[in-house]
């Protein structure tokens, strides 16, 4: 945000210097950058929040493949004890079966799990995606306001010049993080 009133201090200077448009134009892109800082901001907390959540579905994935291997190993065991072996083999059902429930349940089972912690990377990679297609705008737009302020200065119509299309970067990259994040993070 120190870069948008940094740039709102030169668009105001430039107005006092008769340079109105140009001012206008630092102003235009000041406003692009506080767009594309928000949207970098807000795709950052994306990526921590799904990177957070894949953790934790890895994490109760592992979790249920420990107790699946439990469930197996307590199966096994069961039908070595000795006694009834009604009893034992009913007990080493009941184990066959909970590791099954671990393994293959719809909505709790480990296949289910993995399944939304991909789709938690997945959510995190474009949220990446979209930081860095942000930020490349940013750092356009910042370098288009650096140039349009030298040029009121120096008078430079090249500078302004290089400015504006510095400020048509940032805008397209901006435009490609929210329409296409994988081509606005190319850099």
Known sequence: MDETLEAHEHAEHAVHSGRKHTALLIAVLAAGLAFCEQGAQHANT?????????TDAWAEYQAKSIRANEAKDFAAVATLLPGDAGAAASL?????D?????EHDPK????????MARHLE???NLAHLKLQSFDNAAAALQLGIVLITASIITGSLALTIG??????????FA?????NPAWGALL
Do not use: N, P, Y
């Not at 080493?92 to 066959?96: C, D, E, G, I, P």
């Open 122 to 124: 997945a959510e995190r």
């Open 46 to 54: 994306k990526m921590t929040e799904t990177a957070v959540a894949a």
């Open 92 to 96: 080493a059902r009941k184990f066959q």
């Open 175 to 179: 435009v490609l993080g929210l329409a």
């Open 163 to 172: 400015g504006a299309a510095l400020g048509v970067i940032g805008t397209v």
């Open 98 to 102: 909970d590791a099954e429930h671990f």
């Open 108 to 115: 709790t089972g480990k296949d289910a799990i993995a399944t």
